[in-house]
């Protein structure tokens, strides 16, 4: 036995593997650099450059809080993504505990922890195959049976008890490598669900990320609003001050009351909007909605965040879809080895070594022993074809995972240009909102002395406040705008997780009910 189990380990070890290897697809690889700006862009960049200027000098020289900069002075730079991480993007702490209990409690991300684990398990069962079965039996019975009468020798009955114990071997010896591939597909399973883990990860944040800008858009809409609102109705308490000296007339005064009434209505819409945002958040948390804590304001955000120079087009490799992509490819890869081996002969070993006597007292002597060892072959002779069939479809699958994956890869790529395209306008936009504000800020302040001294009429003053208001939400919606396409852009590149294994980020551990 101890021969035949080296002879079959051998073989086993020196088989070949049947089907094909796996071997990675050629690059469906975006152009050697990013798309760049049209030409039309670059020949507004002077005006955007000098817009910028022109706010930053103002702010400093006259010191007018007023005056709206589009973000901060000076702004550190790296020279590229490949060292970024969330946590050194979102540099709000709120945002980060945030982000940390999402990773904890939410549902979705322990569904996933969860499933990993199935597949790291199912994983283990795969390469059990591999091994020899070992298993213990024990028996125990009365037994009798009819002796047939025979010549001179008279038949009869007997009976007698029997005690066994005995050590069953039972293994297929893979010398076609076909319980190799099955390993295979099952460990690409495996690292492709901990991709599919990566990629749910990566979303919440972003997810996450993007509903607290939100929130806190919403946040400073409300303000501008409850601003506008009280600014608004001290102007009507003027306009019927100056309706009862005989200064302008009633229907100055209903101009002035229907204008009160929009900035009132928003106020209600953006309190609802953020009961809404906030309930949105807590879920994403894993909790019940509830209220949600606030952080920086969105400007100061802005003043800390750090947005890439220059992204390498590889970042895209790190992308957890990508690579959940690659690994479904090399597990349909693997079963096509696994149908070719299903019509190849099934080599098999079977043994058994034990005691056996007719009382417990004789169970283990030397005179009780009992084996077997049997080598065995199973060919698969007519089954309809269904075996060959079988490969076809295991092919057309690995097709179909090869499909998918370059369409993963395109869509990637896609992703990440519409990201970058957005990073590249979005401070352009926000420095020509900027200086809208500004420029309207300083046209309210002219238009109310003007009618203060009678030169203007309510009509002058009410545009200018209107103006004003819907480019303060301009504004805001800029802001969380640039905050969010740099959100997009991290997330598209893979959210910063480090493309070595060795190098992986940790996730929080998880416990699961009942642990």
């Not at 195959?129 to 047939?148: C, E, H, I, R, S």
């Not at 001179?152 to 008890?161: E, P």
């Not at 504000?437 to 002219?446: D, G, M, P, T, Y």
């Given at each position: ?20 290897s ?26 955007f450059d000098?817009?910028?200027v ?6 400093k020289?006259?010191g ?10 000076k ?11 969330w946590?050194?993007?979102l ?12 990773l ?9 922890v969860?499933s ?24 125990v ?31 297929e010896?893979?010398?076609w ?5 099955s390993s295979?597909?099952?460990?690409a399973?495996?690292?492709?669900q ?21 929130l806190?858009?919403l ?12 600014t ?14 005989g ?22 819409a953006?309190?609802?909007a ?8 807590s ?20 003043a ?23 690994q479904?490819?090399a ?14 002969p ?9 005691t056996?006597s ?11 022993e ?25 092919r ?10 370059e369409?993963t890869?395109?869509?990637?790529v ?6 970058l ?26 238009v ?6 009678g ?8 545009d ?12 805001t919606?800029?802001?969380?705008f ?34």
């Amino acid at each position: 036995m101890r021969r035949l189990l080296l002879i079959g380990t051998a073989a086993t070890v020196a088989a070949c593997a049947v089907g094909p290897s796996y071997k990675r697809p050629p690059e469906v690889a975006p152009a050697p650099a990013w798309r760049e700006p049209g030409g039309a862009y670059d020949s507004t960049r002077s005006f955007f450059d000098s817009v910028r200027v022109v706010a930053d000098s103002t702010a400093k020289a006259t010191g007018d809080s007023s005056v709206t900069r589009p973000y901060a002075e000076k702004i550190t730079l790296p020279d590229s993504a490949q060292t970024m991480a969330w946590f050194d993007l979102l540099r709000d702490t709120t945002l980060q505990r945030l982000i940390t209990i999402a990773l904890n409690e939410n549902k979705d991300v322990q569904i996933a922890v969860a499933s990993v684990a199935e597949f790291r398990a199912q994983y283990g069962v795969a390469k059990g195959d591999f091994y020899p079965q070992l298993t213990a039996n024990g028996t125990v019975g009365t037994n009798k049976v009819l002796v047939p009468t025979v010549g001179a020798v008279a038949g009869g009955s007997a009976a007698f008890d029997v005690w066994r114990a005995t050590a069953d071997l039972s293994w297929e010896l893979d010398f076609w490598g076909r319980i190799r591939r099955s390993s295979q597909a099952s460990k690409a399973d495996f690292l492709s669900q901990e991709e599919a883990q990566r990629a749910i990860v990566l979303t919440l944040v972003s997810d996450v990320a993007t509903a607290y800008l939100e929130l806190r858009e919403l946040d400073e809409n409300l303000a501008i609003s409850r601003r506008t609102l009280d600014t608004r109705r001290e102007s009507l308490k003027l306009a019927q001050h100056r309706y009862k000296q005989g200064l302008i007339s009633e229907l100055d005064v209903a101009q002035f009351e229907s204008d009160v009434a929009q900035p009132a209505e928003q106020v209600a819409a953006f309190t609802r909007a953020v009961a809404l945002k906030e309930n949105q958040l807590s879920v994403l948390l894993g909790r019940n909605p509830a209220a949600v804590p606030r952080g920086r304001p969105l400007t100061e955000t802005l003043a800390l965040i750090e947005i890439p120079t220059s992204v390498p087009s590889d970042l895209l490799e790190r992308r957890p879809d990508v690579r959940q992509a690659e690994q479904a490819l090399a597990a349909s890869t693997a079963r096509i080895g696994i149908t070719i081996g299903d019509r190849l002969p099934k080599f098999l070993i079977t043994g058994s070594y034990g005691t056996q006597s007719p009382n417990i007292d004789n169970l283990f002597t030397s005179n009780s022993e009992i084996y077997s060892i049997l080598g065995g072959v199973s060919i698969p002779l007519f089954t309809g074809g269904r075996l060959s069939k079988d490969v076809d479809i295991a092919r057309a699958r690995a097709d179909q995972a090869r499909f998918a994956y370059e369409r993963t890869v395109i869509n990637a790529v896609q992703e990440a240009e519409n990201a970058l395209a957005a990073v590249r306008t979005a401070r352009d936009q926000l420095v020509a909102t900027a200086q809208q504000v500004n420029a309207l800020r300083r046209a309210v302040r002219l238009v109310n002395l003007r009618y203060d001294n009678g030169i203007s009429n309510y009509l002058e003053v009410l545009d200018a406040q209107r103006g004003l208001f819907s480019a303060e939400l301009n504004l805001t919606q800029a802001q969380r705008f640039e905050l969010v396409s740099t959100v997009q852009l991290y997330k598209a590149l893979g959210g910063g997780w480090p493309v070595s294994p060795a190098d992986s980020v940790s996730l929080p551990e998880t416990k699961l009910p009942g642990q």
